[in-house]
């Protein structure tokens, strides 16, 4: 047989596996059972609509589904239909279908068949139907699909799962396209149902992680799978800001176009298509967070498996203690070979023998206090160029604030920079650091009172003598931004003079 063949053969039991969960859908069409009538029952069909309607049932978020409401649901869509039963009829129905989707003693569905790859028979079990709740005063019980139930409904559809959230998104902006808000709300639902669908796998992924990561070629596997699934959600992320971007324009549009009760209609449509694709993309990142964590976490249990292997793989006796005292080896040598495997006890302490060891010994000088001097202040030339020269930018700017301010009292720093827009030089003191950072201090310094110690006003020296003219100087923050150049944002600030500090006031700090 040629390898090509022979090829032809890889995963044949992933694909029966695939196949084995249409089974209860093939048990239910040998079904005999005729209507009270006499006439013969699709229960294929009858099958398939069974699985729709739990799907449903999740993408309305209606979690009590049982068997009374698949009954109810079948018995409506049978009106007029080729099926003569009355609701207990349709009932009983729905009860053999439930039960054929999930065995009454709560044992899976098993399918046998003999795979051709390995050469021996395989049997496979699933659970289409799992039961969520119960209820003990009215004898029912709640069901939902299960995974495999799931894979089953999107199956039918003739796609990958693993590619549902992307044909849900290139459906979906075709729908909104063409405006079908309706079909694009329950695009959504069936995309939000695939999101938390490839959530149960990411989890489940993660536990296989840690459970069988025991080699390098293990590992790489699943890291090539992990990258894929950040890959396809990196590119899903995308796709969702433009989706998101698309619903905007066309919301923004109906905004100003409500003349009309179809346009009316429309908006309000399309403001809820916007509230549930922003909880889905919301989910979706999430999941994308949690791929990121999978990755580190197919890392972290690599290590761990290349550790246990090792140590079930070490012999003491044999490589560590034979090997050192076989051949006799230096101290050095023994020390490498055994740190990898354990930590040498260490002891902390000091030994008696240091007291009488030779120490260095060094001449300090006195310090000018203990001579009797006193160390000379620094002048004025000998100060870093950069004080002198942010001290000068504090002055220029103090300047045209007491120039702008004129005799007022309050004042705050958004109307101060609209009037210096207008002066000359007004612009480039704007584009100026030093500007915001005069704006900071003044804040984190007040209140600043008049004639204070030229040492203790540091950089502003001089700037309250000439604004607040004999005052106390207080500046204070307000809840809002500013932006007077496109590269400084500041919060806006009240200046007053003439103002004492209070406590009491509230205050934001400085950021």
């Given at each position: 047989?040629?390898?090509?063949?022979?090829?032809?053969?890889?995963?044949?039991?992933?694909?029966?596996?695939?196949?084995?969960?249409?089974?209860?859908?093939?048990?239910?069409?040998?079904?005999?059972?005729?209507?009270?009538?006499?006439?013969?029952?699709?229960?294929?069909?009858?099958?398939?609509?069974?699985?729709?309607?739990?799907?449903?049932?999740?993408?309305?978020?209606?979690?009590?589904?049982?068997?009374?409401?698949?009954?109810?649901?079948?018995?409506?869509?049978?009106?007029?239909?080729?099926?003569?039963?009355?609701?207990?009829?349709?009932?009983?129905?729905?009860?053999?279908?439930?039960?054929?989707?999930?065995?009454?003693?709560?044992?899976?569905?098993?399918?046998?068949?003999?795979?051709?790859?390995?050469?021996?028979?395989?049997?496979?079990?699933?659970?289409?139907?799992?039961?969520?709740?119960?209820?003990?005063?009215?004898?029912?019980?709640?069901?939902?699909?299960?995974?495999?139930?799931?894979?089953?409904?999107?199956?039918?559809?003739?796609?990958?799962?693993?590619?549902?959230?992307?044909?849900?998104?290139?459906?979906?902006?075709?729908?909104?396209?063409?405006?079908?808000?309706?079909?694009?709300?329950?695009?959504?639902?069936?995309?939000?149902?695939?999101?938390?669908?490839?959530?149960?796998?990411?989890?489940?992924?993660?536990?296989?992680?840690?459970?069988?990561?025991?080699?390098?070629?293990?590992?790489?596997?699943?890291?090539?799978?992990?990258?894929?699934?950040?890959?396809?959600?990196?590119?899903?992320?995308?796709?969702?800001?433009?989706?998101?971007?698309?619903?905007?324009?066309?919301?923004?549009?109906?905004?100003?176009?409500?003349?009309?009760?179809?346009?009316?209609?429309?908006?309000?449509?399309?403001?809820?298509?916007?509230?549930?694709?922003?909880?889905?993309?919301?989910?979706?990142?999430?999941?994308?967070?949690?791929?990121?964590?999978?990755?580190?976490?197919?890392?972290?249990?690599?290590?761990?498996?290349?550790?246990?292997?090792?140590?079930?793989?070490?012999?003491?006796?044999?490589?560590?203690?034979?090997?050192?005292?076989?051949?006799?080896?230096?101290?050095?040598?023994?020390?490498?070979?055994?740190?990898?495997?354990?930590?040498?006890?260490?002891?902390?302490?000091?030994?008696?023998?240091t007291l009488f060891a030779p120490q260095r010994m060094e001449k300090h000088e006195e310090p000018d206090e203990a001579r009797g001097e006193f160390a000379t202040a620094i002048s004025e030339e000998e100060r870093p160029p950069f004080v002198k020269l942010q001290r000068e930018n504090f002055m220029k700017i103090a300047e045209v604030v007491d120039q702008f301010l004129h005799g007022k009292k309050e004042t705050r720093l958004s109307e101060f920079?609209?009037?210096?827009?207008?002066?000359?030089?007004?612009?480039?003191?704007?584009?100026?650091?030093?500007?915001?950072?005069?704006?900071?201090?003044?804040?984190?310094?007040?209140?600043?009172?008049?004639?204070?110690?030229?040492?203790?006003?540091?950089?502003?020296?001089?700037?309250?003598?000439?604004?607040?003219?004999?005052?106390?100087?207080?500046?204070?923050?307000?809840?809002?931004?500013?932006?007077?150049?496109?590269?400084?944002?500041?919060?806006?600030?009240?200046?007053?003079?003439?103002?004492?500090?209070?406590?009491?006031?509230?205050?934001?700090?400085?950021?």
């Amino acid at each position: 047989m040629s390898d090509r063949m022979q090829d032809l053969l890889q995963g044949f039991g992933e694909r029966i596996q695939r196949l084995s969960i249409f089974a209860p859908l093939f048990e239910l069409s040998t079904k005999r059972k005729t209507d009270r009538e006499g006439n013969s029952i699709d229960w294929f069909s009858l099958g398939v609509l069974g699985l729709l309607f739990f799907f449903e049932s999740m993408l309305t978020r209606n979690r009590d589904t049982s068997i009374d409401d698949l009954g109810e649901f079948l018995y409506q869509q049978n009106a007029d239909g080729p099926i003569r039963e009355d609701r207990e009829g349709f009932i009983k129905l729905a009860r053999e279908i439930v039960e054929a989707f999930r065995d009454p003693t709560g044992q899976r569905k098993s399918f046998t068949v003999y795979d051709w790859e390995t050469r021996k028979e395989e049997t496979y079990y699933f659970t289409l139907l799992d039961v969520r709740d119960y209820n003990l005063k009215e004898n029912r019980q709640y069901y939902q699909l299960t995974d495999r139930g799931l894979e089953l409904v999107f199956a039918t559809k003739e796609y990958f799962s693993e590619y549902q959230i992307s044909i849900n998104q290139l459906v979906l902006r075709k729908q909104l396209e063409k405006g079908e808000f309706n079909s694009a709300l329950r695009e959504i639902d069936e995309m939000r149902v695939a999101v938390e669908e490839l959530r149960k796998k990411l989890i489940q992924l993660g536990h296989e992680v840690q459970r069988n990561i025991v080699s390098s070629e293990t590992q790489d596997r699943y890291s090539r799978l992990v990258d894929d699934i950040t890959y396809r959600l990196e590119r899903e992320q995308a796709e969702f800001a433009d989706l998101e971007e698309f619903v905007r324009t066309a919301r923004q549009k109906f905004e100003y176009d409500q003349q009309g009760e179809k346009e009316q209609r429309s908006y309000r449509l399309i403001v809820k298509i916007a509230n549930e694709l922003h909880q889905v993309h919301h989910l979706h990142r999430t999941l994308l967070d949690e791929s990121i964590t999978l990755k580190r976490k197919v890392l972290h249990a690599a290590k761990e498996s290349l550790y246990h292997v090792g140590r079930a793989s070490l012999n003491f006796d044999q490589d560590l203690v034979s090997r050192t005292v076989a051949s006799p080896l230096p101290p050095k040598a023994v020390h490498s070979l055994v740190r990898p495997m354990a930590l040498l006890d260490r002891y902390a302490g000091w030994s008696p023998l240091t007291l009488f060891a030779p120490q260095r010994m060094e001449k300090h000088e006195e310090p000018d206090e203990a001579r009797g001097e006193f160390a000379t202040a620094i002048s004025e030339e000998e100060r870093p160029p950069f004080v002198k020269l942010q001290r000068e930018n504090f002055m220029k700017i103090a300047e045209v604030v007491d120039q702008f301010l004129h005799g007022k009292k309050e004042t705050r720093l958004s109307e101060f920079v609209e009037w210096l827009r207008d002066q000359p030089q007004g612009v480039a003191m704007l584009e100026h650091r030093s500007f915001y950072e005069f704006w900071l201090l003044l804040h984190q310094r007040s209140p600043l009172f008049p004639g204070s110690d030229p040492e203790e006003a540091g950089l502003l020296d001089g700037v309250v003598d000439r604004i607040g003219r004999g005052e106390t100087l207080v500046v204070k923050e307000v809840d809002q931004l500013l932006r007077p150049h496109e590269r400084f944002t500041i919060q806006e600030m009240i200046l007053r003079r003439g103002e004492e500090s209070n406590d009491d006031e509230s205050d934001v700090s400085s950021r």
